[in-house]
């Protein structure tokens, strides 16, 4: 069984491979309680019109500076740009605008609910499940049933496979899918077989878990002990003195729209955060290697391999 399973490269560099852009349209996403379009490459767009069977969306970017001048094009469920942007994009704009929509909806239903339960409820929901261990541990688990820990142990190739395989989370979301099927076509025994295709249902074409929710990439990793830092923190800010919704509300926005930045001072070891010693050496270990895929210095396969060595189970 062993034998049947090689080290080798994943075979075509993924690296390379043009980003496939995904969109989502967010309810109650604009300032005044309109929809908004968001796309997985850090951009937004609000509705500039409706026609019969197609709607146009504008970038939001417009103002005294920048006037981008991109328009997408919705059609039956597919989106198409007619050029490029004009400036940078915002990677964790997806969540700070969901979080701002739900709590748009959330406010007027709560009032009498304690600041920081609201708070709690929706951080948890936009945070919590962003979390790698949750979902390496459920394939991990899925690996033992099948019998396959001996061999796992032993580390041998099914552990440097597997290993690989726990560490498509890290991959940018589009890249995932090509290297899981890249991997897939390796699994020549039954058991491995049953976890692959436990993986393709339950990560790969779920409709709830979808790969952008549970890729990694670019993500402070959060583990429990930092959720709570990060709640404890808001909270503080929140209860001092009577904090007005309104305010609460920007001071989320904030905390979201840092992410990209907190990110970006992380890797460079400039943010002192509410993190353990080791889990911070782990956090820049995964930036430096994020930023060495992106400059393409290191392929997929590489990228995989060494997420999988400081992350993995042992
Ligand atoms: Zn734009």
């Known amino acids: 069984m062993n034998s049947s399973l090689t080290d080798e490269s994943i075979g075509d560099d993924l690296s390379t491979t043009e980003a496939i852009v995904t969109y989502k349209v967010v309810d109650n996403g604009?300032?005044?309680?309109k929809r908004k379009l968001v796309s997985s490459d850090g951009h937004t767009f609000t509705m500039k019109r409706q026609n019969k069977g197609s709607t146009e969306w504008r970038?939001?970017?417009?103002?005294?500076?920048?006037?981008?001048?991109?328009?997408?094009k919705?059609?039956?469920?597919?989106?198409?740009?007619?050029?490029?942007h004009s400036h940078a994009a915002k990677p964790g704009i997806l969540t700070a605008v969901k979080i701002q929509a739900e709590l748009k909806v959330k406010a007027p239903m709560t009032l009498f609910e304690p600041a920081q339960n609201i708070v709690d409820n929706i951080l948890a929901e936009h945070v919590d499940n962003r979390e790698p261990e949750a979902s390496i541990q459920a394939v991990w688990r899925k690996i033992q049933e099948n019998g396959l820990q001996t061999a796992y142990s032993q580390k041998d190739a099914v552990y440097k496979f597997f290993r690989k395989v726990l560490a498509l989370p890290f991959l940018p979301a589009e890249h995932i899918l090509p290297t899981f099927n890249k991997l897939e076509e390796k699994a020549?025994?039954?058991?491995?077989?049953?976890?692959?295709?436990?993986?393709?249902?339950?990560?790969?074409?779920?409709n709830i878990w979808t790969i952008p929710t549970w890729s990694v990439f670019g993500r402070t990793i959060r583990t429990n002990n930092d959720v709570e830092g990060w709640h404890n923190r808001i909270n503080q800010k929140a209860r001092k003195g009577n904090l007005q919704f309104y305010l609460l509300i920007s001071l989320l926005y904030k905390e979201a729209a840092q992410l990209p930045t907190q990110m970006k001072m992380v890797s460079e070891g400039k943010l002192r955060r509410h993190q353990k010693k080791q889990s911070r050496t782990t956090q820049s270990k995964l930036f430096q290697l994020w930023n060495l895929y992106t400059s393409q210095e290191i392929s997929t396969n590489q990228l995989l391999k060494r997420c999988g060595g400081i992350y993995g189970p042992n």
């Open 188 to 206: 020549t025994t039954d058991q491995i077989k049953v976890v692959m295709k436990y993986i393709m249902d339950n990560w790969l074409t779920s």
């Open 30 to 33: 604009t300032e005044r309680g």
């Open 59 to 72: 970038c939001s970017i417009r103002n005294k500076t920048t006037l981008c001048p991109v328009i997408i």
């Open 74 to 84: 919705e059609r039956v469920g597919t989106y198409n740009a007619n050029t490029e």
